[in-house]
């Protein structure tokens, strides 16, 4: 049996395994018949890509899968994108043109936008028009710049191609997801089915662990003709786990989305033990890759989601206690003490990683210096950058904010704030102002700003290739969403006041 076939058996075996947990525990808004669709569709769109063996035969049969199974309404479109985001890897091929090398390179998000997202935009009129959501006035603001800024030492047809792929990767994901999300309900239904989607990565994460393996690799190099570029990394005598995902990071940052999502839903699940056991399957995930960046962002986002809800100082207090009273407990044991020197600023393995980081933040703003306000092309080519070039031959720039700020300059590193920070300030203040009465509001709106925590900590730590930008703007269409929703109902509370008051 090929390494392939056998890596089939067991993502199949762990996403069933993970999927009969899931449906221990299902919410209110969650019928089982509908979930079990879902977990169909899943098992078979993966099944797919394993046993294609090429990839535009998987290509079709995506086509014809989705056009048979999923319901053409834009607002199933959008919980089934989320729901199948995170399902395989990137997979990315060139698609051959005559007369010139390649069309664009397709992936698998951009097949699913293609298929889900862009007829629904052409052929139907949104519920919520643009400008309507105060987020997409700094959405369009950042698309502007970097569409202007792809006209830079390029092509005018490479230039085309690049905004055509703007329009893939962030407009579109961003735009129906904050149109089509559009009340508490449908919110509800787009995060369980991303929940759900991601649930077999974090089982999957667990087993390459304890078993040395990678099980994606085999199906990357045959669908894609190429092997993937990371390799097997062993870090405190694991393996690091990448599920998925192109790298471990890139793991720990999907599993603090699922952590931030994740509490949001604890309440509303039905069985309380299969809950936990839920949580410490996620927690698993975001272990497994040791990756200390993920780490610090998700204790940021649990410390954010606690502070702004009931009894914070109490909880807090319980919170460090316990983690306090765990480290003499941990370090007992040899796999905890080998984690406790994971912990960034109390161990010491592969503190290189940190010093790299050091330097490449003061190298990187030495060089935003020189074209500070609109960024430059060819800043890699810089005398200073090439200190830092590695073995591989590359600069590797993990950091996601410098990488924006070099290719686009403050200007660039303003907008992306403006989108990502002001959500993150309009959360804090709207979950202030919605009545009582919706609990489940204000928690789904403490949630996002766990997610936003999560996602721009996170981005700090490594650049935005692979799923890491695939994400934060898909989470951006969803928290905007929720904004709008948010914003909605207060007004709603507002008008029925004055309504009732007596003349």
Request: glycine share 6%.
């Amino acid at each position: 049996m090929s390494e392939l076939h056998k890596a089939f058996i067991y993502v199949i075996f762990l996403s069933t395994a993970s999927f009969w947990i899931a449906s221990r525990a299902l919410p209110q808004i969650l019928t089982v018949s509908e979930f079990k669709r879902w977990r169909n569709l899943w098992l078979i769109v993966v099944a797919s890509a394993f046993l294609a063996h090429n990839m535009w035969v998987f290509v079709g049969a995506f086509i014809l899968i989705t056009s048979f199974i999923i319901p053409r309404a834009p607002k199933n479109a959008v919980v089934f994108y989320l729901l199948l985001l995170c399902a395989l890897p990137l997979l990315m091929k060139d698609i051959p043109a005559i007369g010139i090398r390649f069309l664009f390179q397709l992936t698998y998000p951009r097949l699913l936008t293609l298929t889900l997202l862009f007829l629904p935009y052409f052929t139907r009129r949104p519920p919520i028009p643009l400008f309507a959501n105060k987020t997409d006035k700094w959405m369009m603001m950042y698309l502007i710049l970097i569409c202007f800024a792809s006209f830079r030492g390029d092509s005018f047809s490479n230039a085309l191609r690049t905004i055509f792929l703007y329009f893939l990767d962030i407009f579109l994901p961003y735009f129906m997801l904050s149109r089509y999300l559009a009340d508490h309900n449908q919110l509800n239904r787009g995060l369980i089915a991303f929940l759900i989607g991601i649930a077999p990565a974090a089982c999957v994460a667990i087993f390459e662990t304890l078993k040395h393996w990678h099980l994606y690799i085999p199906l990357t190099r045959v669908l894609t003709g190429k092997d993937p570029s990371f390799t097997y990394d062993v870090r405190a005598g694991g393996l690091r786990a990448s599920s998925i995902f192109k790298g471990p990071i890139i793991l720990g940052y999907t599993m603090v989305i699922g952590i931030g999502i994740y509490l949001y839903f604890k309440p509303l699940l039905s069985n309380p033990k299969v809950t936990k056991l839920i949580g410490l399957a996620l927690l698993g995930g975001l272990l497994a890759p040791m990756a200390r960046g993920p780490w610090i962002a998700c204790l940021a986002a649990v410390v954010a989601f606690i502070w702004t809800g009931p009894n914070p100082f109490r909880q807090l207090i319980a919170m460090g206690f316990m983690g306090f009273l765990s480290l003499p407990i941990l370090a007992m044991t040899e796999k905890g003490a080998k984690l406790l020197e994971l912990i960034p600023f109390l161990g010491t393995i592969r503190t290189d990683t940190i010093d790299y980081r050091e330097r490449l933040l003061d190298v990187g703003i030495k060089v935003f210096k020189k074209h500070p306000w609109f960024g430059s092309t060819n800043f890699r080519e810089d005398r200073d950058m090439q200190e830092l070039v590695q073995g591989q031959g590359i600069i590797d720039l993990v950091n996601s904010y410098l990488q924006i700020g070099l290719s686009y300059g403050v200007i660039g590193v303003i907008l992306f704030l403006c989108i990502f920070g002001g959500m993150l300030v309009r959360c804090y203040f709207i979950i202030k102002k919605l009545p009582p009465q919706e609990a489940d509001l204000i928690r789904l709106g403490r949630a996002s700003m766990a997610i936003l925590i999560g996602i721009m900590l996170t981005i700090f730590t490594t650049s935005s290739i692979d799923y890491v930008d695939v994400l934060y703007w898909t989470f951006s269409g969803v928290i905007a969403a929720y904004l709008y929703v948010a914003e909605k109902t207060i007004k709603e509370y507002r008008f029925a006041s004055q309504v009732s008051k007596p003349v």
